[in-house]
């Protein structure tokens, strides 16, 4: 199943300037998966990144209907706090993904890095937008290179 499934992570910022290049490096790197066989991808629903990659895989599924877009989120009030614009869009997301896991009920300290753990645990890929050497989506290629994972970086692109 790993061989089939590909998560994503990376930064929550994005500048404006970098969006549309990048969003086209997220259509083109999962096009180039699904070519491999690649079926599911896992998204953890953040803001950023995991939201554009989870946005391009459901405009992918009109193309290709076999794909599954995956949530993998960190508890169940993970928006609380987010502006109105960022929770529709994660409500639309949520609504039209395949499957939704939850690893954690409520919220603590590490239940993000319990999610990320868990989209790697289960991939055999993974997509990143990864710009520092710090910080949780360094962390989580770092975890994913450990567990030897092909990492597609959109950034060194």
């Known amino acids: 199943m790993k061989e089939k499934t590909c998560c994503f992570t990376g930064h929550r910022d994005i500048q404006k300037q970098d969006y549309t290049v990048l969003k086209k490096r997220t259509k083109d790197a999962i096009v180039s998966l699904i070519n491999k066989g690649v079926v599911y991808f896992g998204a953890g629903g953040a803001i950023g990144f995991d939201t554009l990659a989870a946005e391009t895989v459901l405009e992918l599924k009109k193309i290709y209907p076999q794909i599954k877009l995956i949530l993998v989120l960190p508890c169940y009030?993970?928006?609380?706090?987010?502006?109105?614009?960022?929770?529709?869009?994660?409500?639309?997301?949520?609504?039209?993904?395949?499957?939704?896991v939850y690893t954690s009920n409520n919220y603590y300290q590490g239940c993000m890095h319990i999610r990320n753990r868990h989209l790697v645990d289960n991939s055999g890929y993974c997509i990143c937008y990864l710009k520092k050497s710090f910080g949780g989506t360094a962390y989580t290629v770092k975890y994913a290179k450990q567990k030897g994972l092909t990492i597609l970086n959109l950034f060194d692109i």
């Open 77 to 100: 009030e993970q928006a609380r706090g987010w502006k109105t614009a960022d929770v529709e869009k994660y409500n639309n997301i949520k609504e039209q993904s395949d499957k939704i």
